[in-house]
């Protein structure tokens, strides 16, 4: 069974940091462009960064550009979001996903995705 495992949320104040890791169990995911996505309550899932199989291209929502960070280790298997600057409406369920082509913000890309990790920003 492979399965994404989300960690590092968490309760922030605004203006805070943190971040969160992604580590694939089952297979590794070296070959694979991996993502994050978000979801508020009451709102659609929402692309915020991705990131390509070798690391060396990377997308990211204009609402998080220049705050948020990703990147990977494939020697570790593991993709990171760090978020700095955090905003209340960065509040969300944050997911992390893989996948191996089409269009980078589009969730229907993405073939694995993890159960999600809670990030709260109080203001």
């Known amino acids: 069974q492979v399965q994404l495992v989300e960690s590092g949320g968490g309760l922030v104040q605004a203006g805070g940091s943190l971040r969160l890791s992604c580590t694939p169990s089952g297979r590794t995911f070296s070959s694979y462009r991996m993502a994050w996505f978000r979801q508020a309550p009451g709102k659609e899932r929402e692309f915020v960064a991705a990131i390509s199989w070798s690391g060396g291209r990377t997308y990211y929502a204009d609402s998080v550009k220049g705050r948020f960070t990703i990147s990977r280790d494939n020697a570790k298997n593991t993709v990171y979001l760090q978020m700095n600057s955090l905003k209340p409406e960065d509040s969300a369920v944050y997911y992390c996903?893989?996948?191996?082509?089409?269009?980078?913000?589009?969730?229907?890309?993405?073939?694995?995705w993890g159960q999600g990790t809670q990030v709260t920003v109080s203001s």
């Open positions: 996903a893989a996948g191996s082509g089409g269009y980078y913000p589009s969730p229907v890309s993405y073939d694995y």
